[in-house]
């Protein structure tokens, strides 16, 4: 192309498809280049084309398979549209940059969610499930005894709420409870209540017989 001549980007690349004997059918097998984007390009319909940088990527194959100057094919086409090279027109559509942006937080998102449930899967057993009660005296039901009071001793999850009679009863750090009861003349029934956060809960009810002397 001679310098300072002017000719439409339809002319210079159908000059060079007719020299070859291409169709737009041919030119888009050969380049990849969608036959509408080509006809979109030939005819100056810019709103019928993708970003710049998409249309210039498809300007420098289209010139490569007809032994342009992609460079200068590039040229012709922005002064044909008076289209500036930097600025809104040349950023890539806004969309793609979100879908990316909407990837990434939904692989943190399904990261963490992982690290959640492996936490969850080694504490559940802190929070669901049966309690364990261990009772150390009375050690068995129908306890017969001739003192007015008796020592209640036991073990539970330190985790876990214990209750006896409906009192709450604190635990030590291993979970060992120690509580003295007092005990009335005849048949005491005495129960231990253990409940898990959000699991189940274990009674364990022991009969105590004081026997006055």
Do not use: C, H
């Not at 937080?105 to 959640?116: P, S, T, Y």
């Amino acid at each position: 192309m001679k310098e300072g001549e002017q000719k439409t980007i339809k002319e210079v690349v159908g000059e060079a498809i007719g020299i070859r004997g291409f169709s737009v059918e041919r030119l888009s097998s050969l380049t990849d280049v969608p036959e509408r984007y080509l006809k979109a390009i030939f005819n100056e319909e810019p709103e019928q084309l993708p970003a710049l940088p998409y249309v210039r990527g498809y300007l420098i194959k289209i010139a490569e398979v007809l032994n342009l100057d992609g460079d200068e094919l590039w040229q012709v086409y922005k002064k044909n549209l008076n289209l500036k090279t930097s600025g809104e027109a040349d950023k890539l559509p806004q969309n793609r940059f979100a879908l990316k942006r909407f990837k990434k937080r939904n692989l943190i998102f399904a990261i963490l969610g992982i690290f959640v449930i492996i936490f969850l899967f080694f504490k559940a057993g802190q929070f669901l499930g049966a309690p364990s009660l261990e009772i150390n005296n009375p050690s068995a039901d129908n306890f017969i005894t001739d003192i007015s009071f008796i020592e209640l001793r036991g073990l539970v999850d330190p985790q876990d709420k214990l209750m006896v009679n409906n009192e709450e009863i604190p635990t030590d750090k291993n979970g060992y409870f120690q509580k003295e009861f007092t005990l009335e003349p005849g048949i005491n029934s005495i129960e231990f209540k253990v409940k898990r956060l959000l699991g189940k809960e274990v009674i364990i009810t022991r009969k105590v017989i004081y026997q006055q002397q």
